[in-house]
């Protein structure tokens, strides 16, 4: 029972990415009505938004396909092993029309608030156009990269040539030719769209203020006669995401780094820089992320690889970060990416020494210099995990504000529920280890977990759901422990909870599980096992 007009739903999802997908297929299969919201006009949300130029995979593409359907596996035959973005949103399409999951899907419906209402334990959902809809089970799918920051520097509206964030790239193709380009940010998007905008532009000035450690994505195009044999390894491919930290192909080389020979040493790294993907990064000595002696013999290896890559020694400096090691922030992966820089027509700006003042009619003004430009794009990234969830009303248990209580600190168990929120699921939220993770695999185990869970309490009839607070604080605390021992947390980037764009959020904050998946699934597993002990259900 309900006491307002909204058509009443089982479940109600927010977002139609790959996490809202599948969520919505899973309950649909357990025979529940269910509704998504989605804030575009088509699925796929990650790979809907980011249409920018390069945008493309940085997980095998057959490790990062859905797992759960046999027949989708050997219908859809990848190009490349690191798909493109417009391959990517068709797959995602595709899977849409395969099991007819748009009907259930409302388009076009950014949602402004989510309201518990304590009497009737039911959650009354809104979206900014004001349509509404009322479930019993409240599901967030809204990503952890989803909400885009621009940069705090004044003047961006005064700019008169195009600009975009990365994040809202137009759908129509975008001609670089004969424009002078901006492009600020250097993380994984600013690489991809620099290596690509530099081909065709006349001149592309890329404003840096913190450099990235970059390694080869060693793409390639996978042929027909690869596609038979491909197929037959899925079991094998997602065996081997299932056991690794983050779900990706590549385990690390369990041997630590200071008993391997200096020559040793660099045998495995050029052989790693050689690989697809992130061998590089999580394929290394188990120590490298760890031990800063050990994370030193692989940064000063690829140090010298931008040297030996990049022709002047000036600009070469400029672009080895000085603040972390290597892979203690994501790497982002690279094409020809540091090659562009020995072209003519790019100029790397270093705004850390010479900061951008102001965005002007014609350009970027940092205090040395106006730099004129015909097109200006902010790569410049997102208000990571939390900042999806403080642009919605979240209200639960007596009115209470979720942003106000995760502007406090932020407290969930197991990431995906939290105190006061009763029947709220936070697939891919704070705490969980989806954010770092070869993401959907981590999503498939978060939906599954949902869902078995949700099918316990219908089989048991109970209907609400919440965890006991000593658990969430237990949860917290041992995740607050197990990060500040990581190397992420001493550098600022969305995974230790840093963005210098949103106020609040320029200290770091624990909102990522850095346990590695395989112990997360066993926590969840362990937790369903024992009759969800840690949660109140009634
Ligand atoms: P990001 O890693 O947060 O990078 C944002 C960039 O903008 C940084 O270089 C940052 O500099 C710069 N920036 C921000 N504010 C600025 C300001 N006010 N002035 C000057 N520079 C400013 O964001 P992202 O590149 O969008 O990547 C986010 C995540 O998305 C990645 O880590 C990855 O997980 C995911 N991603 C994945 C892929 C893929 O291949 N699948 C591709 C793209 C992104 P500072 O470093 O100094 O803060």
């Given at each position: 029972m309900s006491n307002n007009s909204a058509e009443q739903f089982d479940a109600v999802i927010i977002g139609a990415g790959i996490s809202g997908l599948y969520q919505l297929l899973k309950l649909r299969q357990q025979g529940m009505k269910v509704k998504v919201f989605e804030t575009?006009?088509?699925?796929?949300?990650t790979w809907y938004w980011n249409?920018?130029?390069?945008?493309?995979?940085?997980?095998e593409s057959y490790s990062y396909a859905?797992?759960?359907s046999e027949e989708l596996l050997d219908e859809w035959d990848w190009g490349e092993h690191f798909a493109g973005q417009p391959e990517t949103l068709r797959y995602l399409n595709h899977v849409a029309d395969k099991f007819d999951l748009r009907k259930d899907i409302q388009f076009n419906s950014k949602i402004k608030s989510a309201i518990y209402n304590d009497t009737t334990g039911r959650w009354l959902v809104e979206a900014e156009d004001g349509s509404q809809a009322d479930g019993q089970f409240l599901i967030t799918a809204?990503?952890?990269?989803?909400a885009f920051t621009m940069p705090?520097?004044?003047?961006?509206?005064?700019?008169?040539g195009e600009s975009w964030h990365t994040a809202r790239w137009p759908h129509e193709p975008i001609s670089f030719e004969g424009k002078r380009i901006g492009v600020i940010g250097t993380g994984a998007t600013g690489v991809q769209t620099i290596q690509e905008v530099a081909?065709?532009?006349k001149h592309l000035t890329v404003f840096q203020r913190r450099p990235n450690w970059c390694a080869p994505l060693n793409n390639g195009k996978i042929t027909a006669a690869e596609q038979p044999d491909l197929k037959k390894r899925y079991p094998e491919i997602f065996k081997t995401c299932l056991e690794t930290t983050g779900c990706f192909l590549h385990a690390p080389t369990?041997?630590?780094?200071?008993?391997?020979?200096p020559e040793e040493r660099e045998a495995l790294y050029e052989k790693l820089y050689a690989e697809r993907g992130f061998g590089i990064w999580v394929g290394a000595y188990y120590d490298t992320l760890m031990d800063e002696t050990a994370n030193q013999y692989l940064t000063d290896f690829i140090a010298n690889k931008i040297r030996g890559r990049v022709k002047d020694p000036e600009t070469a400096k400029n672009l080895i970060p000085v603040d972390h090691g290597f892979g203690t922030r994501r790497v982002p992966l690279e094409t020809k990416y540091y090659e562009?820089?020995?072209?003519?027509n790019v100029r790397l700006v270093n705004v850390k020494d010479d900061p951008i003042e102001t965005i002007t009619a014609k350009g970027v003004k940092t205090i040395a210099e106006e730099h004129e430009l015909d097109m200006l794009f902010y790569a410049?990234?997102?208000?990571?995990?939390t900042g999806a969830f403080d642009r919605i009303d979240i209200r639960g248990v007596n009115g209470v504000k979720l942003k106000d209580k995760w502007d406090e600190e932020v407290k969930t168990y197991l990431g995906m529920q939290i105190v006061g929120f009763p029947n709220m699921f936070t697939l891919v939220?704070?705490?969980?280890t989806a954010t770092l993770c070869n993401i959907p695999r981590c999503i498939e185990q978060n939906v599954e977990w949902v869902s078995d869970t949700i099918q316990y309490m219908r089989d048991n009839k109970l209907n609400k759901i919440e965890p006991k607070d000593q658990f969430q604080e237990k949860w917290t605390k041992e995740l607050i422990e197990m990060a500040s021992m990581?190397?992420?947390?001493k550098v600022p980037s969305w995974i230790s909870?840093?963005?210098?764009?949103?106020?609040?959020?320029d200290k770091p904050r624990?909102?990522?599980?850095?346990?590695g998946a395989p112990m997360y699934r066993e926590v969840c597993d362990q937790e369903a096992n024992s009759g969800y002990e840690g949660f109140n259900l009634a």
């Open positions: 575009g006009d088509g699925v796929g949300g249409r920018y130029p390069g945008a493309r995979f940085d997980s859905y797992s759960f809204i990503g952890p990269l989803s705090n520097i004044p003047g961006i509206d005064d700019f008169k081909k065709t532009a369990m041997t630590s780094a200071h008993d391997a020979t562009v820089y020995n072209q003519d410049t990234g997102f208000d990571g995990i939220g704070p705490q969980n990581s190397m992420f947390m909870g840093q963005n210098s764009n949103v106020a609040g959020k624990y909102i990522v599980y850095m346990g």
